[in-house]
């Protein structure tokens, strides 16, 4: 089975970055887009960015411009980088695998806490 454990998370000051990363193992890594996605408190989960194997990347309006994911097949691993960060960007975010013959987001992170303060 694929398992995707995330790092990163961490309380910053509004204007600051911080990088996440997602590390997935149990199979072929460039079998997979890869996603972030986050859930702010009372709020619904919410898609954030997404790369296929190719290295096509999509992100929603809200970090366009902020955020930047990437992957490194050598070390299987997806990463966001978030710049210019502002306290709506507060919440759990979660790393996802999906295969390249699937719609659905089959795989799922443990989640990482980041926390943006004033």
């Known amino acids: 089975q694929v398992q995707l454990v995330e790092s990163g998370g961490g309380l910053v000051q509004a204007g600051n970055s911080l990088r996440l990363s997602c590390a997935l193992s149990?199979?072929?890594?460039?079998?997979?887009?890869m996603g972030w996605f986050r859930q702010a408190p009372g709020k619904e989960r919410e898609f954030v960015a997404a790369?296929?194997?190719?290295?096509?990347?999509n992100y929603a309006d809200s970090v366009k411009g902020r955020f930047t994911i990437s992957r490194d097949s050598a070390k299987s691993t997806v990463y966001l980088q978030m710049n210019s960060l502002k306290p709506e960007d507060t919440a759990d975010y979660y790393c996802?695998?999906?295969?390249?013959?699937?719609?659905?987001?089959?795989?799922w992170g443990q989640g990482t806490q980041v926390t943006v303060s004033s």
């Open positions: 790369i296929t194997s190719d290295g096509s990347a």
């Open positions: 149990g199979r072929a890594f460039n079998s997979y887009t």
């Open positions: 996802a695998a999906r295969h390249v013959a699937w719609s659905r987001w089959e795989y």
